[in-house]
């Protein structure tokens, strides 16, 4: 009698999925409903009744974000306890204007205000309430590496990285 293997990479994952650690998962999530359109997928508290979560995944758009609460006796702190973090979330969406807004009503911050950029995206970039960062963009238009190249010598958003 031979068993079935499972998949080693689930049909409903990705092989890569972000796994953000916050100071109340749970208000995360509700967070990421109200400003991503964020689908609950799971959400498994730990057992002590404390509320936190030791998983919970969410849906948005074809991609999964799991989270957890943060744990600093195991070392699983987030942005807010960190002061900042490092990774950014890139979330491509149909309209990113209204996405955008949806975030800061929902209670993100801007760090970039929406525009048209040089590569080819109408861009910009959030903070959401529990320190992570999202950038938001919805393609306009086809632009070469060498046109991207070129246009970033003079785009003022790359100004930043000039020594």
């Given at each position: 009698?031979?068993?079935?293997?499972?998949?080693?990479?689930?049909?409903?994952?990705?092989?890569?999925?972000p796994?953000?650690?916050?100071?109340?998962?749970a208000?995360?999530?509700?967070?990421?409903?109200?400003?991503?359109?964020?689908?609950?997928?799971?959400?498994?508290?730990?057992?002590?009744?404390?509320?936190?979560?030791m998983?919970?995944m969410?849906?948005?758009?074809?991609?999964?974000?799991?989270?957890?609460?943060?744990?600093?006796?195991?070392?699983?702190?987030?942005?807010?306890?960190?002061?900042g973090?490092?990774?950014?979330?890139?979330?491509?969406?149909?309209?990113?204007?209204a996405?955008?807004?949806?975030a800061?009503?929902?209670?993100?911050?801007?760090?970039?205000?929406?525009?048209?950029?040089?590569?080819?995206?109408r861009?910009?970039?959030v903070t959401d309430?529990?320190?992570?960062?999202?950038?938001?963009?919805?393609?306009?238009?086809?632009?070469?590496?060498?046109?991207?190249?070129?246009?970033?010598?003079?785009?003022?958003?790359?100004?930043?990285f000039e020594?």
């Open positions: 009698m031979t068993m079935n293997q499972p998949k080693k990479v689930p049909d409903d994952m990705h092989t890569i999925t796994h953000l650690v916050c100071r109340d998962a208000a995360a999530i509700e967070f990421y409903k109200k400003a991503f359109g964020a689908v609950e997928m799971a959400r498994m508290p730990v057992p002590d009744g404390s509320g936190k979560l998983h919970a969410v849906k948005i758009g074809d991609s999964n974000i799991m989270l957890v609460d943060e744990f600093p006796e195991m070392g699983c702190v987030g942005p807010q306890t960190l002061n973090s490092p990774v950014t979330l890139h979330f491509y969406t149909e309209d990113v204007d996405a955008f807004q949806r800061l009503d929902a209670g993100a911050t801007t760090k970039m205000p929406v525009a048209d950029m040089f590569w080819g995206d861009y910009g970039m309430p529990f320190g992570h960062l999202w950038s938001l963009a919805t393609h306009i238009r086809e632009v070469s590496p060498e046109e991207a190249i070129e246009a970033s010598k003079s785009a003022p958003e790359c100004a930043a020594q």
